[in-house]
């Protein structure tokens, strides 16, 4: 199968990653930091090297601060929810997520929070004067996604981390679509608070996700057993501790340890050959009759996203794994917001994402796809 739905999860796994996963569950089956035992021991050094290994990663403010979680979702959930407060104001955007949407829909349904979301430019993108100009005197957070999964345009968060360091106000990033395609800087892009997964950018296992933090915390979410201070019937909320309660994602966190490591050593190759793949999709579908492209050509994070006149998304999808062996992501793809303001939210888009494990002969066959799928008559 030609494997281009890396947006969703990447479908390559380095070995040494699936060698770490395979290691833990043979042997290290034991509760990190629930025992005195030596199996329970060796698993709570890897939890440990492995929050070092994500804060250093990311240039975060304290691998104390460096929280696991069941996925980006749970990350986002941690951040949004434990850190809203009665009466505030949050500033979005219409280019986001599910997993930013739903939490602040949910709260504002509730009448908890009031949310605004900004709308993008035509260049898909989030200006930061608009940013400045949605703030009032009751803004608490900004919460925006780096990389969008729909349009694959980057926002600039660095600007945006200044604006809100200066009027101090909290700043959560969704990492999903940017960790491991782009370079992240905590402390430089002045982000307070940072969500992403193990299984798309990093090639690491399904399963585990992080959110980095610094002095400002959230509030636990979860409540339950933690390995410490177990005298007492309140969730303690000292760092991780009280954020990660029940038993952690041990075979999950040694892998991440071994993508990171892996990352680190292969990216500035893989990096150039993602962009070169993405790139020829972009080009290619243009010169395709009756084939619209409508992300932007923004290709660190290897996605594009398509439509073709007169074919529902889930049908052209639908063919190209079963008449081309080509494995693509089709419909809204949790967002929404986004597809309602390209005006796709009736048919939804296409889209191939590349990783620098593809071929230049399966980018061909895939546009090939692609072309005699425009031919058809429905």
């Not at 975060?60 to 601060?65: A, E, H, L, Q, R």
């Not at 002095?215 to 201070?229: L, N």
């Not at 340890?257 to 999709?281: L, V």
Request: with cysteine.
């Amino acid at each position: 199968m030609i494997y281009l739905d890396n947006a969703a999860t990447t479908g390559y796994k380095p070995p040494q990653v699936i060698q770490a996963v395979a290691e833990a569950l043979a042997h290290s089956s034991a509760n990190p930091g629930r025992s005195g035992h030596k199996l329970s021991t060796q698993a709570m050094m890897t939890v440990m090297k492995t929050r070092q290994a994500v804060c250093d990663f990311v240039n975060g403010y304290s691998p104390d601060k460096v929280v696991f979680s069941l996925n980006c979702t749970s990350a986002l959930n941690l951040a949004i929810i434990g850190s809203a407060t009665k009466g505030c104001h949050v500033i979005t955007s219409l280019s986001e997520h599910n997993s930013i949407l739903r939490p602040l829909v949910e709260l504002q349904k509730r009448n908890f929070i009031d949310v605004t979301f900004l709308v993008p430019d035509k260049e898909n993108k989030i200006s930061p004067t608009d940013v400045k100009n949605a703030i009032r005197k009751n803004t608490t957070m900004i919460v925006l996604g780096h990389i969008s999964n729909v349009t694959a345009c980057k926002q600039n968060i660095e600007a945006i981390g200044k604006i809100a360091k200066l009027h101090d106000i909290l700043f959560i990033v969704d990492g999903a679509q940017s960790v491991g395609y782009t370079p992240i800087d905590m402390q430089k892009q002045n982000i307070d608070m940072l969500a992403f997964p193990a299984h798309k950018g990093l090639h690491g296992p399904m399963g585990l996700g992080c959110l980095c933090f610094g002095d400002k915390m959230p509030r636990p979410i979860v409540f339950g057993g933690t390995g410490t201070d177990s005298h007492m019937p309140l969730q303690p909320t000292t760092t991780p501790e009280g954020f990660e309660s029940g038993t952690q994602n041990l075979p999950a966190i040694a892998g991440l340890f071994e993508a990171i490591n892996w990352h680190n050593e292969t990216n500035c190759i893989d990096s150039q050959k993602r962009q070169i793949f993405a790139k020829m999709i972009f080009d290619g579908l243009q010169t395709i009759k009756g084939v619209s492209v409508l992300s932007s050509p923004c290709f660190e994070s290897g996605i594009v996203s398509f439509a073709i006149d007169n074919v529902n998304s889930l049908v052209a999808s639908d063919l190209l794994d079963e008449k081309f062996d080509v494995a693509t992501r089709a419909g809204l793809h949790c967002a929404p917001l986004v597809h309602k303001h390209l005006g796709t939210d009736k048919v939804g888009l296409v889209r191939a994402s590349v990783s620098a494990q593809n071929t230049r002969q399966e980018i061909f066959d895939f546009l090939n796809g692609v072309e005699q799928i425009s031919k058809m008559k429905f």
